[in-house]
């Protein structure tokens, strides 16, 4: 996200938070970098700590 403006950043976990649910897609690019687990760890941590884990 580096690039990204705070306020957006703040915009979009507000938008999280506040959907009635919200599904997550990504394909090879996330799983398959060398960061793969780390990112795919903190894309299921956001989800939990919005509240919209296995909704």
């Known amino acids: ?4 403006a705070s306020e957006t950043l703040q915009q ?3 938008m999280i ?3 009635d649910g919200v599904c997550v897609l990504w394909a090879m690019g996330i799983t398959q970098h060398n960061m ?4 795919s ?3 299921s941590n956001l989800l939990l700590v919005t509240g919209n884990y296995m909704r």
């Open 36 to 39: 793969g687990s780390d990112t």
């Open 17 to 19: 938070v506040d959907a």
């Open 12 to 14: 979009v976990a507000h």
């Open 1 to 4: 996200l580096a690039g990204t």
């Open 41 to 43: 760890t903190a894309i």
